[in-house]
C-alpha cells in the first residue's frame, strides 16, 4: 500500500481528483497499513507463530510503508530533511546489523525502543497527514498555526528516539556475536 499512498500523495490531484478526496484516500491508506501492521503482529504472537521470516518481513514492510511516508512530507517541507536522513541513517544501519546476524542464522528481532520508535513514527506520519490535510479541507482550516509546532516536536523527538533506538540495537548485536 505504500507504493499507492506515494501515487496518490504526488499525483492525486493532478490525475483531477479533488484535495479532500486524494486527502480521504490517503487517510483509509495510512489506517489500513498501520492498523494491518498492528494486528499482523498481534495475531501472530497470540498464535505463536512467530519466525525468522516474519521477524525480518514485518519491520522491513513498516520501514518501507513509514519512509515512504517521510519521503512524501519532507518534499512538501513538513519534515525537516535532517530528521529524514537520520531516520534513513538509523534504518540502514540496522538493516545492515541484521544482514550481519542473517550470516550466522540468527534473525534479530524488534527491540522495545525500536517499537517506542515506530510508535513516534506513526504518529509523526499522522499528524503530518493531518497538517498536509489541513492545507486541503476548509473544515480543517487554521489548523497548521498550532499543528506545524506540533509536527516539528514528534520529527525532533523521532530523530532522538531512532539514535537511542539504534545504539540499543548495536548493544544487542554485539551481545548476540559474542554469545
Known amino acids: 500500500m505504500a507504493p499507492l499512498f506515494f501515487a496518490f500523495f504526488f499525483f492525486g490531484e493532478a490525475l483531477g481528483l479533488g484535495g479532500g478526496a486524494v486527502s480521504t484516500v490517503l487517510w ?27 521477524k ?7 520501514v518501507i510503508a513509514r519512509i515512504t511516508y517521510f519521503v512524501c512530507f519532507a518534499f512538501s517541507g513538513i519534515m525537516p530533511l535532517w530528521v529524514l536522513l537520520v531516520i534513513l541513517y538509523r534504518e540502514f544501519g540496522i538493516l545492515f546489523l541484521r544482514m550481519l546476524l542473517a550470516e550466522r542464522g540468527v534473525a534479530m528481532g524488534a527491540r522495545p525502543g525500536g517499537k517506542l ?23 480543517l482550516a487554521g489548523g497548521e498555526s498550532w499543528l506545524s509546532p506540533l509536527v516539528l516536536a514528534l520529527y525532533i523527538l523521532a530523530a532522538l528516539l531512532s539514535i537511542g533506538s539504534f545504539l540499543d540495537y548495536v548493544v544487542q548485536f554485539r551481545k548476540i556475536v559474542k554469545a
Open 117 to 139: 520508535k515506530a510508535v513516534i513514527y506513526m504518529v509523526a506520519g499522522g499528524s503530518s497527514l493531518l497538517l498536509w490535510s489541513a492545507a486541503r479541507l476548509p473544515f
Open 56 to 62: 525480518l518481513f514485518d519491520p522491513f514492510a513498516d
Open 28 to 54: 483509509l491508506l495510512f489506517a489500513m497499513i498501520e492498523i494491518s501492521d498492528f494486528l499482523d503482529g498481534k495475531a501472530a504472537r497470540s498464535a505463536g507463530t512467530v519466525s525468522a521470516f516474519g
